[in-house]
């Protein structure tokens, strides 16, 4: 990472990691096909769990509009 924050080159990063660092510039968008599934899982019974549940119900959507965001983030701004 240092390499390209320095300018000496480019170098693939994750949407996320590259957007959140003010010292690197997206060259190009990410290839066709590239996208990340990401999953929250829980056990059955962790589920039933209501402190579980709430942390699901409010992680959930969050990170899901976060990852839409970085996908779709113009690699001007």
Same mark, same amino acid.
């Given at each position: 990472?240092?390499? !390209? @924050? ?8 994750? *949407?996320?990691?590259? &957007?959140?660092?003010?010292? +690197? *510039? %997206?060259? #190009? &968008?990410?290839?066709?096909?590239? @996208? +990340?599934? *990401? ?11 209501? @402190? *579980?549940?709430? #942390?699901?119900? #409010?992680?959930?959507?969050? +990170? !899901? %509009?976060? +990852?839409? %965001?970085?996908?779709?983030? &113009?690699?001007?701004?």
């Amino acid at each position: 990472m240092m390499a !390209a @924050e320095t300018g000496q080159g480019i170098a693939p990063f994750p *949407v996320t990691v590259g &957007d959140a660092n003010p010292n +690197l *510039v %997206r060259c #190009f &968008d990410p290839p066709p096909g590239a @996208e +990340l599934q *990401v999953w929250l899982l829980t056990s059955p019974s962790a589920h039933k769990r209501p @402190e *579980v549940r709430h #942390f699901t119900a #409010f992680a959930a959507p969050r +990170l !899901a %509009r976060n +990852l839409k %965001r970085s996908n779709t983030r &113009d690699p001007a701004s």
